[in-house]
Nanobody
């Protein structure tokens, strides 16, 4: 069965960095686009970034552009999110997700993602 398992969350001061990882299993990983989402308490789930199957293209929310970098290693079935210059407003549960959408552009809507990990908490203090 499809499984996505995130790790790497933690607590960090503003301006610091964290690297999140997601290990995928149970499906041909390189065939699917992947994304990261986040959800802060009391807020809706927010799209963060998406990466194409062979990592040729990436797409970022304006709120993280220039600070976060999404990457993937298809040989290891892993997805990563490097987060730099973290801000308190980045505090949230972070989720990796698989997209099976056939849209030509990189997806950013949650409905275009069919499998989700359990999440990893990121807390940024000021």
């Amino acid at each position: 069965q499809v499984q996505l398992v995130e790790s790497g969350g933690g607590s960090v001061q503003a301006g610091g960095s964290l690297r999140l990882s997601c290990v995928a299993s149970g499906y041909p990983y390189s065939n699917y686009r992947m994304g990261w989402f986040r959800q802060a308490p009391g807020k809706e789930r927010e799209w963060v970034a998406t990466i194409s199957t062979l990592a040729y293209s990436t797409y970022y929310a304006d709120s993280v552009k220039g600070r976060f970098a999404i990457s993937r290693d298809n040989a290891k079935n892993t997805l990563a999110l490097q987060m730099n210059s973290l801000k308190p407003e980045d505090t949230a549960m972070y989720y990796c997700a698989r997209s099976s959408s056939a849209v030509s552009s990189l997806p950013r809507n949650a409905v275009d993602f069919d499998y989700w990990g359990q999440g990893t908490q990121v807390t940024v203090s000021s």
